[in-house]
């Protein structure tokens, strides 16, 4: 059989070509979210009851401080206990901007319908700043963009992405196994490919709200074009998928995600010195360098037990998946797959292993270099 040294392939990823995995469930936890948020202005609602099979849209608020609030649909996917994604209401004065748009299904846009139009309907909306690409961020993008007349605004890699259309099951993987979530899945990829994008921001580009200045800081590694947004004037950093509220991030393999470019952007997150992350998903982190060291600890852990878990001879990806995530349950073991196979790229591009791929690319087997 055909084998082709991968090592090359790799170094042959580009951005931007069309991606296979993680295009939209590919954050898990790996721990449980500790308690709900409860909102506090009474903008309370639930549009769908919680059942088996319908996915639930309960409006949450939380006011975080003068500027900040957080907005969350709740809907229900991943794994039961994954807390859904934020849209991030930064204000001041009269003007507010969204950082991220959550999901774009008539329930949850109807649920943010009610609650603009009944909390902010005298501000001026400048932008929906998104994070990533991925549909549980952008989707809602096009209606709220509607909604509140305000431009939308992404990374360029990340545009081009969003407008590379996705399979019938891509982006799927992580998604529980209910037709009425994978239909919905059908409609946020739909909704985040049809969101039109106003201006791109690259790194270091920044726009106003009210008195507050925000700048793009791209990190990537979650995706090619992750932006973070930092606001000098009250150090808070949306921290997009790179910093979560609860649990870690899945940081998929080459072409989609990059282990080494996550890395490097924590690390720049780390010089800002942030006072408080706003995430994608889950509450504010206040102990904001605590966070981060642990994250970069986690993943040096992880390369070691997988160094370890090769050198005592299962030699492929899957062994290693199986020895490393014993317990793992069914829905998140695509994504524990996807985990191995970054730190393994990173260390192949750091010369200390090798990775022959099958043909067909179901199969990597790892050797270490030496
Ligand atoms: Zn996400």
Known sequence: MKRETWKLRLMAHRYGRKIRKNAGGSTFASTSIGKRIL????????SEKDSENTPVATTTEKIIDQHLVQHVVAVKMFSRTFPTSNVWILHDGNEAALIDSGYGDAPSID??????????????????????????????????RDMLRADTAIHPLDEALLHTPLGPAEGNEDLPDDKVITDRAEVWKKEAFETPIDVTMADG???????????????????????CYYVEETGQLFTGDNILGVGTSAIGPPPSGNMGNYLDSLRRMQELQAKLFAPGHGPVVTATAAKVQELLDHREIRDRQIIDIVEKGYDTDQRIRRALYPEIQKGLRRAAHGQVRSHVAR??????????????????TVRLTK
Not at 112 to 127: I, L, P
Request: net charge negative; proline share 1%.
């Open 39 to 46: 909102g506090n202005s009474g903008a309370n609602s639930t």
């Open 111 to 144: 649920a943010r319908r009610e609650y603009f139009g009944k909390n902010w309907a005298d501000t001026k909306f400048v932008r929906i700043a998104m994070t990533h690409h991925h549909f549980d961020h952008s989707s809602g993008g096009r209606q709220l």
């Open 205 to 227: 580009e920044q726009f106003k709200v009210g008195s507050l200045t925000v700048t793009a800081v791209h990190t990537p590694g979650h995706t090619a074009g992750h932006n």
């Open 347 to 364: 260390m192949v591009g750091q010369g200390i292993m090798e990775v022959d791929e099958s043909e067909d690319g179901s199969i990597w």
